[in-house]
């Protein structure tokens, strides 16, 4: 008997403390005690009764909460209340329209677009059928690309290169001069071998132009990795490591040769070296296939734009300099839309998908690949925010060295300019 009434005690308990609650508790509150209670499974019989208890007073509160809802309505909602009480703005008024968010109407875009584009896709397809031609982007049927494919493979012999030197470097084997010379030779050959390949096979558009992008990508990692290790060289010299550790906390080891270190940069999706990286906790498996399935989806969409619409165009037109200008205007019009939309492609595949997809797996933590270019003000700000990677670079590498060494801010802004320009032209 006394297991039985301690049970029943706790009942009336619970029962005393449920009556004394506020009126004010919500009925998902409600719902989730009774979802809680109920997950717990016991063979006991008095724990059913608590149960059947618990749930009756929680219907009463339920019941409760109703009837003052009710209230509320009948005497807080009446005819004689007033419906204006304040000062307000249309939603769509100057003062207000920058306050709010817009995703319906940006939704609402998407879909009009996706609509009279897919109209306009389905129109040119039943005009001019088919034009994919897979040759244009691959060779089947040779093996031309193959030197290709094997300069790419050889490219890490470049970054192995660059350690031995820094390693050599740090151990005093090589002075400085030597130390630059070689970093000149190892960089410059890491560009002109693949270029010097290209020019030589008769390669597919596709490798010629991935090969290109791996080999300039190479070329600026070299670069900062020589650079950031000759300042960090420097610095461990003049300074002993305890002002070191003071002046550059962010750094960490002030100076290291590890090979892994070179290893993670030349994989990260980052053209500045340092010693460590901010770093995620895990990886993200199903985001990371989400990713890839939009990224295959996106990168086929580009390929068939520039299939169906901008090589058809570019081959039927005449030169710009033998037909009349309104001609050659017109045509270049004609292609604006669908350049535009393989360059947005472009952007949303390299740098949104792709970019964090390597971030993702090598758990790399800044992911500020691009800021909000389209509120650009000016062409300035329009560069410096597009392509992030490259700016930062630009600014450790190109920029603040030429303002250390005394040249003038605007002389400093055009040479990182014309920089940027030849790798994003070339």
């Known amino acids: 008997m006394a297991a039985l009434e301690s049970p029943e005690n706790h009942i009336k308990a619970t029962a005393t403390s449920t009556a004394t609650t506020s009126s004010s508790s919500t009925t998902s509150d409600l719902n989730f005690s009774v979802r809680r209670r109920s997950t717990t499974v016991t063979d006991s019989p008095s724990t059913e009764m608590m149960e059947s208890e618990d749930l009756k007073s929680n219907g009463k509160e339920c019941d409760k909460v109703t009837n003052e809802n009710r209230s509320d309505i009948k005497f807080n909602y009446r005819p004689s209340m007033p419906a204006h009480r304040g000062v307000r703005e249309s939603p ?34 039943i005009k001019y059928g088919w034009l994919i031609n897979g040759g244009f982007w691959f060779s089947s049927k040779s093996l031309r690309d193959w030197p290709l494919f094997m300069c790419c493979l050889s490219l890490p012999a470049f970054p192995f290169a660059a350690y031995l030197v820094e390693k050599l470097a740090y151990q005093n084997y090589l002075p400085k001069l030597v130390v630059v010379f070689l970093h000149t030779i190892i960089t410059t050959g890491s560009l002109l071998y693949p270029v010097s390949v290209i020019l030589r096979c008769d390669s597919a558009f596709l490798s010629g132009v991935t090969l290109m992008l791996i080999s300039c990508i190479v070329w600026l990692k070299l670069v900062s990795y020589a650079h950031t290790n000759s300042d960090m060289r420097a610095i461990a010299k003049s300074i002993d490591r305890e002002d070191v550790q003071s002046i550059s906390p962010c750094v960490g080891n002030p100076y290291d040769t590890y090979f892994k270190s070179l290893v993670y940069f030349m994989v990260a999706p980052t053209l500045c070296y340092q010693s460590s990286y901010p770093r995620t906790e895990s990886v993200r498996k199903g985001w990371v296939v989400q990713q890839f399935v939009k990224l295959i989806i996106f990168t086929g969409f580009m390929g068939f734009i520039i299939e169906q619409y901008i090589n058809p165009i570019v081959k039927n037109s005449q030169h710009p300099f033998k037909g009349n200008l309104l001609y050659a205007i017109e045509r270049v019009l004609k292609l604006s839309v669908p350049n535009l939309y393989v360059w947005l492609c472009m952007f949303y595949c390299f740098f949104h998908l792709w970019l964090n997809i390597l971030a993702e797996l090598l758990r790399f933590g800044d992911r500020e690949f691009y800021k909000d270019w389209w509120n650009a003000r000016t062409v300035e700000e329009y560069w410096r925010m597009w392509n992030m990677p490259v700016h930062k670079w630009m600014v450790r590498h190109i920029y603040f060295p030429c303002l250390r060494n005394k040249i003038p801010k605007g002389v400093a802004i055009l040479i990182a300019f014309l920089v940027s320009a030849v790798f994003h032209e070339s």
């Open 92 to 125: 769509l008024s100057s003062d207000a329209i920058f306050k709010q968010s817009h995703a319906g109407l940006f939704n609402l875009c998407i879909v009009v677009l996706v609509a009279i584009n897919s109209r306009l896709i389905i129109e040119n397809i």
